[in-house]
Each structure stands twice: as C-alpha cells, then as structure tokens.
C-alpha cells in the first residue's frame, strides 16, 4: 500500500510540472492575438477620423460650389430701351441642377457625420460603414453628373462653338465666368473627396 500510495504521489507531482512547463506556450498565442486586435483596431480607428475629417472638407467645398453658383449673377451696365444684358445661374437648367446636387451632396455629408463618429468610437462597427459606402457610391455619381454638365456649359461660355453658333460670352460677362468656373472647380474637388471616401470605407470594410 506504500507503494502504491508514492507511486500516485509521483504521478501527480510529475502531471503538475507538465502542466505548469505547457502554460506559458498555451498563453502565448493568446497575448498575440490580443496584440494584433488592439493594432487593428487602433487602424480603423485611424482610418475613421482621417474619414470624419475628408467629410467636413467635402461639405465645404460642396457648400461653397452651391453657394457660389446660386449667387451668380452679373448686369452689364449698358442696356437699351427693349433690352438689358444679365446673365444668371437662373438662365441655365444645367446651372440650376448644379446648384441643387451640390446642395443636396453637402446636406448629405452633414447628415453622414453623425455615422462617422460613431465609427471612430467603434472601429469595429460594420454597419454604419457598409450604409456610408453605399450612400457616398451614390452621392459621387450625383456630384459628377452636376460637375461635368456645368463644365461643359462654363466651356462654351469660355470658347463658344462655332458650328452651332454659340457665341464666347465670357468676354463681355467675365465676372460671371469667374464665378461659375471657381464654382465646378470647387464640385469637382467635392467628387475626387467622395472618391477617397470610398475607398477608405472599403478598406475598413476589408479589413472587418
């Protein structure tokens, strides 16, 4: 019986020492893993706030193109008895959808910041970037079809066109080319931020 008694006493001291050798290669991948969540995590969070911060640019430079081509208006000032030179965004259906999808565009973005906070306090949140991705693909067609219709408009205000004779009137009405020029140059600047936009999303996304 004494035997037997120190044999399992052996056994026992002998499982315990196995036991406490294979701990610390057992805790290893853990602390790993919980090492690399943490980074990923300081990643997206990183990638969230380079994202609010892209937003508020966008708005700014959306708002600006609406509020400069919304207030473009110009007068000569000579005029005759029948008739008086203006030119106004008014005029244009072209300029007047600018002035609407730029409007829209930066109302947009001041709606989505809310949405972008809460994926700079939860990085890991899939939800609130998978609904800006989609909004922001939408909003890129939007402002690109306002910016490329204005353009062509300003250009032929600029050059004219011969073949259909289109008369340049940025001669005569220059302030008002001005304007409308500074205005596309500012919706186009609002596209290529939705561009990065984009792409940051998805590559949050990717990385969930």
Known sequence: ????????INITSESSKERKGKAPLLAAPVMVATANTREDGGNKRGIAIFDFVLRLCAM????????????????????????????????????????????ITSSYLVLSLPFSIVSIVRPRAVGPRLLLIILDTVMVGLTTAAAASAAAIVYLAHKGNSSANWLAICQQ????????????????????????????????????
Do not use: H, W
């Open 60 to 103: 700014v430079a959306a708002l600006a193109a609406a509020i400069i081509m919304g207030t473009t208006d110009q007068t000569l000032p000579f005029f005759t008895q029948f008739f008086r030179f203006q030119a106004s965004y008014e005029d244009l259906p072209t300029f007047t959808f600018f002035v609407i999808a730029n409007a």
């Open 1 to 8: 019986m004494e035997k037997g008694d120190s044999t399992a």
């Open 173 to 208: 009405y220059s302030d008002f080319c001005q304007r409308t020029s500074g205005a596309v140059v500012a919706s186009f600047i609002a596209v290529v931020i939705f561009v990065f936009l984009v792409v940051l999303s998805a590559l949050a996304l990717r990385k969930s």
